[in-house]
């Protein structure tokens, strides 16, 4: 029964119900207490029936929160190692507030002393001791890696994955180990690039170098990117592309007999003394001022000439050695460093981390220059590592079995031209005729797509609409890219012989652009699209070569160089970790 004019709180407290029974025989006629007051309203109805005695009630209610209150101090003073708990001075009103707030301070406190109290019970003993590594010690521990470190890696489109690999874990290594995470094809393309985006630089790891070590040199800012890099060591393949005649030179004793045919073996060999000569620009320390010397690469450093191009001893100043260098390409060079050309690079001290000043900054007068400076940097510092290096995946691919790799059957090396118009199928002997048939099978297929265009539908999966689009699923198509951007794309990945991609037309919508790399330049071919018969075609060539879609038009010219300077060999890609 809900006592008109009271609190809740009273309703719920133990000695309600016997302030009730011990008031039931008798009534108040009038009772003031503080806070309560009865209504003088006399249209107010009175319930003489469940009067009771409130002041007992009160009397009662003060007494228990007054316990409460009290035994809360103590152990407040306790827990905080009080001698003894101090006289206590409650300002009580007449009655308890109906939501009046607990006191958690000593439950707080109690935490907190829990918290940094050390445990009172021993530590568990290991039952195999012999198996602890920190110095034996008998008390179980976390497992720990003290081998294995943490390298995170990004790839292009900004994602980044996390990797614990061993302290003697090589690139080469660690680009498998993403392969297969990231389910690539593995092409022996891929490389792990150091990236310094306040200075600006970054750099190809080579294959055999330590990424833990590489790591701990970098500044906080610096990350390692995943990417291809086709040029890695096609030097090897085609050295003469690589070295013009004008920039090698013969030390003396060889008397300049040596054919560019033994280029590379001068390089390796470390008792060979292969140079390299040519102007190079050059960054003055503590100024955005550049100035042009004649430089010679040697085993033993870098040096510019003081008097011309004189390599006489007495004229040649040390610019920077190889052991403790690497080199790097330099991002930006014209808003960063102000550089005179594009083509510029740097050679930066291993022990340098974000200090520019010791940075020598170099720009060379044209994109061969450049790839040959760098290149010869490599190979004179590194020697036949790097020819070990390029020869791993060479040995891989001898070793496996014959079985293991796609081989040619017997049926297919025994394929001849045939002739089924006639009742019976005839062998075409003459080879004109024979291409001239499979020119006109290969324009069948298109005449049975345009048949299908006819009677069929628009429906999404229908070949009209497919060819449309189809290509955008391939690795070598970058959608609306512009054209600078696909230029950093193929000088990051090596401007090597048939590096393309494809891309959205910027100044003809309907239209699309090839980006191709042939001699180290990067040139662009237009795809028009056409008409014919009703169906929409593709070309390079103003319509003498038409294809349905573009991946028919990529694999055409990957065996075909047609127009085109150069086969279509590696496609541009960018892997998503």
């Known amino acids: ?22 008031t039931s025989s008798r009534r108040t006629e009038e009772l003031i207490v503080p806070g309560f007051q009865r209504s003088a309203n006399p249209n107010l109805p009175h319930h003489h029936e469940d009067d009771v005695d409130l002041e007992q009630l009160v009397n009662d209610m003060n007494s228990s929160m007054e316990s409460v209150c009290s035994t809360q101090s103590d152990t407040a003073l306790l827990l905080n190692n009080s001698h003894a708990p101090a006289p206590h001075h409650h300002m009580h009103p007449a009655f308890p507030r109906h939501s009046q707030p607990m006191h958690i301070q000593a439950v707080r406190c109690l935490q907190e002393e829990h918290r940094l109290r050390p445990a009172s019970l021993p530590a568990i003993p290991n039952p195999f001791p012999e198996l602890c590594s920190p110095a034996g010690s008998p008390i179980l521990s976390p497992i720990q890696t003290p081998n294995n470190h943490i390298v995170k890696v990004w790839s292009e489109d900004g994602a980044g994955k996390v990797v614990e690999i061993p302290a003697d874990m090589t690139s080469r290594d660690v680009c498998q180990l993403l392969v297969y995470k990231s389910h690539c094809v593995d092409d022996n393309a891929w490389t792990l690039v150091e990236h310094h985006p306040i200075l600006g630089l970054e750099r190809c790891l080579e294959d055999h170098e330590l990424v833990v070590q590489v790591q701990a040199s970098m500044s906080s800012d610096s990350k390692f990117l995943f990417r291809k890099n086709y040029a890695k060591y096609e030097f090897f393949r085609n050295p003469l592309n690589f070295f013009p005649e004008h920039m090698v030179a013969w030390c003396q004793e060889s008397d300049g007999s040596i054919p560019q045919s033994q280029l590379l073996q001068n390089f390796l060999n470390s008792s060979s003394c292969p140079e390299i000569q040519g102007y190079l620009s050059v960054k003055e320390p503590g100024r955005r001022s550049w100035r042009k010397l004649y430089m010679f690469l040697r085993r033993s450093g870098l040096y510019y000439s003081t008097k011309g191009t004189s390599k006489e001893p007495r004229h040649l100043q040390l610019l920077s050695d190889l052991d403790d260098s690497n080199i790097f390409t330099i991002i930006s060079g014209k808003k960063l460093h102000n550089c005179p050309t594009d083509f510029q690079f740097c050679i930066k001290p291993s022990k340098v981390r974000s200090d520019c000043k010791e940075l020598k900054m170099l720009c060379a007068e044209d994109e061969q220059s ?17 020819y070990q290096s390029y020869n791993v995946p060479q040995q891989r691919k001898s070793n496996l079995s014959p079985f293991t790799a796609p081989v040619r059957s017997v049926s297919e090396n025994s394929l001849v031209a045939m002739d089924f118009s006639g009742r019976t199928g005839r062998v075409i002997d003459n080879p004109l005729e024979a291409q001239s048939a499979a020119v006109e099978e290969g324009q069948t297929w ?42 950093k794309m193929i000088i990051q990945q090596g401007q090597v012989d048939g590096l393309f991609l494809l891309r959205d037309s910027q100044s003809n919508v309907k239209a699309f652009v090839l980006t191709l790399c042939h001699h180290q330049k990067i040139k662009h ?5 056409c008409e014919e018969d009703g169906q929409v075609l593709f070309s390079l060539d103003d319509g003498a070569t038409k294809f349905t879609d573009l991946i028919h038009l990529v694999e055409f010219y990957q065996l075909n160089r047609g127009v085109l300077p150069c086969k279509l060999k590696h496609p541009c890609t960018a892997v998503a970790l």
């Not at 450049?370 to 790097?386: D, N, Q």
């Open 446 to 487: 298109r005449k049975r797509s345009q048949r299908m265009n006819v009677l069929g539908s628009s429906s999404p999966l229908h070949p009209s609409s497919l060819s449309t689009v189809i290509h955008r699923t391939q690795v070598w198509f970058h959608g609306r890219i512009m054209r600078e951007e696909a230029h």
């Open 1 to 22: 029964m809900a006592l008109a004019g009271c609190p809740d709180f009273f309703l719920r407290h133990p000695n309600y119900q016997e302030s009730m029974d011990r």
């Open 525 to 529: 071919f237009q795809i028009l699209p």
């Open 370 to 386: 450049r790839t040959c400076w760098m290149t010869a940097f490599r190979l004179l510092k590194y020697g036949i590592v790097l």
